[in-house]
């Protein structure tokens, strides 16, 4: 431009009174986690497993359907793929278990490759189905290798659980750390990635692909980008699953409502396309659940009203209704401009 | 000087109807060019060719002495053609200044903090400055346009072009995004202008390329082909003697 226009001076700004607020908050959070075995004995320690393999896969959900548009209901693909990667680097290669978790995450990544070059030429609804299409495939495929059990499934060998640690308190502090390690791990991944300069082009995307395109984004490559790395985390979570389950079967490891139908209730209901919005989802989920244990089929009618009432009141989840009103964020990802 | 955008030939049909139909365009390097013709005649679908939003069905395209026609828009936006959509597409969600870095970022292909002072100097030059950290979603119509332009000049374009931003706009306004659109112009950059307000357009362009049908109806000075019978016919819906 000619005659540069007059800058005034500015600053740009990342953290938020909010977000350092948060940052204490989660700082707090990791260092009560980690010492929790420390204090709270094992009792508890499964069941947070649980909700940070559930959160996980729902921050890479999230990370597919909420900004890269890629509205998956196969991520029960790579939990199965991650789960039986487990058990064929375990027994098969005689890999130790918490480097076959990594192994198994990679393996992941690479088989989803190949299904993205499948699944990328469909767009939207038929997206969504090619993915479903894609599981079951990996799951017929699954019940026929006799190595791993066929269709009935397998136990892992004791001696592998053995591997993991000598005792069975040994085993749960162990897969406690992992199942931390995967759960901080991806949001931490998400949150940097979210923030940096290809974070930029993905929340870009999520708003306009059209124009994130015209802008200069090449959509399909942070599109490929985000899949295999939602694949390479929900690999790894699904070993961690699968070496705490130690039983897999093909029915149960690529199982829809599990792996993906639960998540996706996570991530709607607290807030699609927000990085906080799985936490407040995982929060209602395992709440409704521990809340309604003990009523059986109308556990999963009251899940299906929450989910119907939230999208018709909130359709970006809690998270949204909450960001809207009060103009938070408790991740800083954005840039604010600051005159002086 | 050499065409810095080059149509040959190009068709576009949507089903049945033809939209562009054996188009051929060449616009100078450093020309200012509008664009001109009804409602319906392919002035958009035209942009979109060029950008990469569509792909031809015959013909090819040419930037800056390289064969486009293949690539996808975000290659095409890197190597130099910046667009503003006629009805706004911002990232609604992201704040006003994240719309425009992202332009900078990626279609000027910068590191982050590189691109902070120019896209500060946009939003003062498209007074936005004051919605810099709304989000993109809450502007009105007209500042979403502006928007449009700060984000498309972000990207550095050699060719910017620009599809009907001065719609709805008071004449200090008008006159303000002419001078703009001007200085925009004088420093180097091509331009291509799809507009209806005509006195807004001739201040700028120095020729008119008329479409009608997806066909090229006149081209040339501006006055001349605003006087030629057949454009009178067509676009002023006068009946010519």
Partial sequence: MTAAAQIPAYRIERSTRASRLALVGFVVAVVALLSLPLWDGEDDLGSIVEICYMLA???????????????SVGQQAFVGIGGYAL???????GVPPIPAVVLAGIAAAVLAFPTALIVFRLRGAYFAIGTWVVAEVFRGV???????????????????????????????????????????GTVLMVFFWLRSRQGLALTA???????????????????????????????????????????????????????????IFIVVI????????????????????????????????LLGATAVVIMLRAPRGLWGLLADRFDIQLFPVHRRVRLR | MAPILRLEHVAKSFGALKVIDDLSLA?????????????????????NLVTGDLRVDAGAIEFDGRDVTALPAHARCRLGIGRTYQIPHPFGAMSVFENVLAGAAFGAGRREAECYDRCIELLVLTDLTRKAN????????????????????????????????????????????????????????????????VHALIAVVGRLFVINFGQKLAEGDPRAVMNSPQVQEVYMGIEAE
Wanted: proline content about 2%.
């Fill in chain 1, 57 to 71: 896969l729902a921050q890479c959900w999230n990370l597919l359907a909420g900004y890269a548009g890629l509205v």
């Fill in chain 2, 27 to 47: 616009v100078e390097a450093g020309e200012a060019l509008g664009i001109l013709g009804p409602n319906g005649a392919g002035k958009t679908t035209l942009f």
């Fill in chain 1, 87 to 93: 058990f064929a680097f375990t027994i098969l290669l």
């Fill in chain 1, 205 to 263: 995307i999520r708003d306009s692909e059209t124009a994130a395109g015209s802008v200069g984004v090449n959509n399909e490559r942070t599109k490929l980008a985000v899949y295999l790395i939602a694949a390479l985390a929900t690999g790894m979570i699904g070993a961690l699953i699968y070496l705490e389950k130690l039983r897999i079967s093909p029915d149960a490891a690529f199982d829809v409502i599990d792996w993906t139908a639960d998540v």
């Fill in chain 1, 270 to 301: 607290g807030g699609i396309g927000s990085i906080e919005g799985p936490f407040l989802g995982a929060l209602v989920f395992f709440g409704l659940r521990y809340l309604l244990a003990d009523y059986g089929a109308w556990y999963m009618i």
């Fill in chain 2, 134 to 197: 709304q989000p993109a979603g809450s502007l009105t119509l007209l500042e979403r346009k502006r928007l449009e332009l700060a984000r498309a000049l972000a990207t550095a374009p050699k060719l910017l072009l620009l599809d009907e931003i001065a719609g709805g706009l008071t004449d200090s306004e008008c006159q303000a995004l002419i001078e703009t659109v001007q200085a925009v112009h004088a420093s180097g950059v091509s331009i291509v202008w799809i507009e209806h307000i």
């Fill in chain 1, 142 to 184: 699954m019940g026929q290798i006799r190595a791993l059990g066929t269709g009935t499934g397998m136990s892992l060998p004791v001696a592998i659980s053995r591997a993991v640690a000598e005792s069975r308190a040994g085993r749960e502090i162990v897969l406690y750390y992992t199942g931390l390690a995967i759960g901080i």
